[in-house]
């Protein structure tokens, strides 16, 4: 499923949140794009267990929305909303 939230401002600070949410929830996998305020480029996010990695890939393009979308991949049952909340916390 899809969590999508406004800009993010510390890329570090988010990084930390999305290892605890997966570690929490035992999320498989996420991936994903996010806005960081101030900075013109995408972050990229890209999870494997707790295991994250994160860059700056391109720049946003004048017609995408300055948001953040990630896809969380998991075993049936995970808790769509108590992973949203946390996610958007």
């Known amino acids: 499923f899809v969590v999508t939230r406004p800009e ?5 600070a988010f990084a930390e949140q999305v290892a605890d949410v997966i570690r929490a929830h035992d999320i ?5 794009f996010a806005a960081v305020t101030g900075k013109p480029m995408r972050l990229t996010l890209q999870a494997v267990g707790p295991r994250i990695d994160t860059y700056f890939d391109r720049p946003f393009t004048a017609d995408e ?3 953040t979308r990630l896809v969380v991949i998991g075993q049936a049952g995970l808790d769509h ?5 946390a ?3």
């Open 8 to 12: 993010i401002v510390d890329p570090k």
């Open 28 to 32: 498989l996998r996420l991936k994903g």
């Open 65 to 67: 929305p300055r948001e």
């Open 81 to 85: 909303t108590a992973i949203e909340a």
């Open 87 to 89: 996610l958007k916390a």
